[in-house]
């Protein structure tokens, strides 16, 4: 799938500096769905044209909730706009749709005339032009013909150019929300985060819209409460939630993916460790939080998929660190069920949201690699609570497809009374997110703490922890 934004404001180029992408390189970044593309078909001063291009691999794509058995294939994810371009474009223009530029931030600041192609996007004419004219935005949406032999007529997609002058940033936050409001489905499953999403992108245009109320709606895959809920958030008088929609009082607040980073980071700065592990990493959201810590002096990411690890590379910036920031962290592949001397010697070891993603057959050797082998002084292990999951409406199984399990409250602090009986610690239980009475927090957090010493760190010996 495709999108461009083109501007004839001059020098053209500095749409560059904009877009934090140079507009003489080809730009590739790795999504859950395939991999996005930037690159500038044209870039002179007079015109200047970024293209977003999304390769979606069918074989990521999750099926949706309408899906048959080859749904992951027969499907218009591929050339469609949707939310899975939306996501894309949030990934690869997080400044920009922030109104950040370094290197140009009045430009940022001014509105210059765009232009916006996406040459196939779900949604009528009329329906495009309701979303997208109050905004600013002079809209031409051609229907797309459907085959001749397959009958003719209009398909249900349209070919859509859009001219205005606007900040660039408004530009990407109007696509980001309507893309896949004109989709009317996500790829993904919506949590009551969501709308802390939509009203951060919607700042300063959505609550004086029109069609805020169906916006609302589509956005949050038709979820009543959810969508009541941001449009009184959005403005008090209208749509206040009924008592029968309210499955809990969701307020403008940190997703919960920033409250579980910052309860970690409080425990790890309260143990006072100074060299910190980051076991299951992933694409480094937490790296990035611990390297802000200046108290933390030597930080080791852990992964055992080295795709996940350049884009942790990618999302730190390490090529650009400056020396002394650069010997902070460094980034290692290895399987948290093997011995690995590399981990031993450290402060501090996190596990967040890791411990569900393995097989509770090898869960034992997980246990004695970290807490037996590498045996830091802390370890912190976050893991969802599965009792709160009667609060998100809409979820039949697990959190997430990987999720092996998914503990009670019961389950998890037996689990680790266990682990820190056999392992020498003793451990404390928190719990994360706004708790409910009766099933508490979504997020369940133990801190394990032993007073022994630790052995002296090693780069050499990995040995499969076997059961």
């Not at 859509?160 to 530009?171: H, K, P, S």
Request: a negative charge; glycine letters at 6%; aromatic letters at 6%.
């Amino acid at each position: 799938m495709l999108l461009t934004l083109t501007t004839t404001h001059r020098p053209a180029t500095d749409l560059g500096y904009l877009l934090v992408k140079h507009p003489e390189k080809v730009h590739s970044f790795d999504v859950p769905t395939g991999t996005a593309y930037v690159l500038y078909p044209e870039a002179t001063e007079e015109k200047c044209t970024a293209a977003l291009m999304l390769d979606v691999d069918p074989q990521l794509l999750r099926a949706q909730k309408d899906a048959f058995e080859l749904s992951q294939y027969v499907n218009d994810r591929p050339y469609a706009a949707s939310s899975l371009l939306a996501s894309a474009l949030s990934k690869v223009f997080r400044s920009a749709l922030r109104g950040n530029s370094k290197d140009r931030p009045e430009l940022a600041a001014t509105p210059i005339p765009l232009e916006i192609r996406v040459p196939v996007l779900r949604g009528t004419p009329d329906l495009i032009t309701r979303l997208f004219a109050p905004l600013g935005w002079t809209v031409e949406a051609t229907p797309i013909p459907l085959d001749a032999e397959l009958g003719g007529g209009d398909s249900r997609y349209s070919d859509v150019r859009l001219t205005g002058v606007l900040r660039v940033a408004d530009a990407l936050n109007h696509l980001y929300v309507l893309l896949p409001v004109l989709d009317d489905g996500k790829h993904y499953w919506v949590a009551p985060d969501e709308i802390e999403k939509l009203l951060r992108s919607g700042e300063g245009w959505l609550a004086g819209h029109p069609e805020k109320v169906l916006i609302a709606r589509r956005y949050l895959a038709h979820r009543k409460s959810l969508a009541a809920t941001a449009l009184q958030l959005l403005e008090p008088e209208v749509a206040a939630p009924t008592e029968e929609e309210a499955e809990l009082p969701v307020q403008r607040r940190a997703p919960l993916a920033g409250q579980r980073r910052d309860a970690v980071l409080a425990a790890l700065v309260e143990s006072g460790a100074a060299r910190v592990l980051d076991l299951g990493c992933g694409g480094g959201a937490l790296l990035t939080a611990l390297m802000k810590e200046r108290s933390f002096t030597e930080i080791v990411g852990a992964d055992v998929s080295s795709r996940v690890l350049e884009q942790a590379s990618r999302r730190l910036r390490l090529d650009r660190l400056p020396d002394r920031q650069r010997g902070r962290i460094r980034l290692i592949q290895t399987a948290l069920t093997y011995r690995d001397d590399r981990l031993r010697g450290f402060d501090a070891a996190v596990l967040m949201e890791v411990i569900e993603h393995v097989d509770l057959s090898r869960l034992p050797a997980l246990e004695r690699a970290v807490f037996g082998h590498a045996r830091p002084r802390v370890v912190v292990v976050t893991t969802p609570n599965v009792e709160y999951n009667v609060h998100y409406e809409g979820l039949t199984g697990m959190r997430h497809s990987d999720h092996r399990f998914e503990w009670t409250r019961a389950e998890f602090a037996a689990w680790a009374d266990r682990v820190a009986a056999e392992h020498g610690y003793t451990v404390t239980f928190r719990g994360v997110g706004d708790p409910d009475e009766t099933t508490g927090a979504p997020t369940q957090l133990a801190l394990f703490t032993t007073t022994e010493a630790t052995g002296e760190a090693s780069t050499d010996t990995v040995t499969e922890v076997t059961a």
